[in-house]
């Protein structure tokens, strides 16, 4: 490779945006959703939840609330009391990344949320950038 060839190439990959390369990194899991009666089993929550780095009951209290039902977690699972489709909870978790796991300035996914007494702070381990966030 010619130190032309090089610096040209730098140059290129200077020019694609940041928050392209990340978001390309980064996949959120899809949900796996399954109705039964009049419950929705998300059958790989606790896999979403780990992917996303962050505790179960978090991210169960985060997604009753905002599709305003009441549910539960069931070893892996999680259970809603109502029927939605797989697009309406994969909608909810999108939500759920961008305000409790991206980062504010840098928007990379590599973020701590810690408790404090009322709300959480979230830390991000790439930039060092904080953020306090409202309780779920
Ligand atoms: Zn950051």
């Keep these: 490779m010619s130190e032309d060839y090089e610096k040209l190439l730098d140059r290129a990959l200077e020019q694609v945006p940041k928050a392209v390369l990340e978001s390309s990194r980064f996949q959120i899991p899809e949900a796996e959703v399954a109705i039964v009666g009049?419950?929705?089993?998300?059958?790989?929550?606790?896999?979403?939840?780990?992917?996303?780095?962050?505790?179960?009951?978090?991210?169960?209290?985060?997604?009753?609330?905002?599709?305003?039902?009441?549910?539960?977690?069931?070893?892996?699972?999680?259970?809603?009391?109502?029927?939605?489709?797989?697009?309406?909870?994969?909608?909810?978790?999108r939500r759920y990344v961008e305000e409790f796991v991206l980062c504010r300035e840098c928007g990379k996914p590599d973020t701590r949320l810690e408790r404090r007494e009322r709300f959480y702070i979230l830390r991000c381990e790439a930039c060092g950038a904080r953020a306090s966030m409202r309780s779920v």
Excluded at 63 to 85: C, H, P, S
């Design 38 to 93: 009049n419950r929705t089993i998300l059958r790989n929550f606790r896999s979403i939840a780990s992917a996303l780095n962050r505790e179960p009951e978090h991210l169960i209290k985060y997604l009753l609330r905002e599709l305003g039902v009441a549910g539960n977690i069931e070893g892996t699972q999680a259970v809603f009391q109502g029927k939605f489709l797989n697009t309406a909870v994969d909608e909810r978790i």
